[in-house]
């Protein structure tokens, strides 16, 4: 079994800062990819950005120069730094693993953390 476990999220003020964290756990082999999407009330699941295990980044462009994906491979970690946060920044934050490898060769598709609310508002 694997499972994704973000934390970190919480209300605050515009302009600020907040650092998501998501920890994969289980048996883990290899995950290659990780990444963190948000769904604001009413509105679709939306990519926020996605980092592989040699580091290449991808953001939205509603995030890009504000937010920075980063993960430690070691621990199976990655991890989101928000900055100059907007309202237009609030809502529900997931992380996700495409396919997690396993030890013993089991393959894991498309895991989904619990999600972890982040407000922005004065």
């Known amino acids: 079994q694997v499972q994704l476990v973000e934390s970190g999220g919480g209300l605050v003020q515009p302009g600020g800062s907040l650092r998501l964290s998501c920890e994969a756990s289980g048996s883990i082999f290899s995950i290659y990819r990780m990444g963190w999407y948000r769904q604001a009330p009413g509105k679709q699941r939306e990519l926020v950005a996605t980092?592989?295990?040699?580091?290449?980044?991808k953001y939205a462009d509603p995030v890009k120069g504000r937010f920075t994906i980063s993960r430690d491979n070691a621990k199976n970690t990655v991890y989101l730094q928000m900055n100059s946060l907007k309202p237009e920044d609030t809502a529900v934050y997931y992380c996700?693993?495409?396919?997690?490898?396993?030890?013993?060769?089991?393959?894991?598709?498309?895991?989904w953390g619990q999600g972890t609310q982040v407000t922005v508002s004065s």
């Open positions: 980092i592989t295990s040699g580091g290449s980044t």
């Open positions: 996700n693993a495409p396919a997690v490898v396993a030890i013993g060769g089991n393959r894991y598709l498309e895991v």
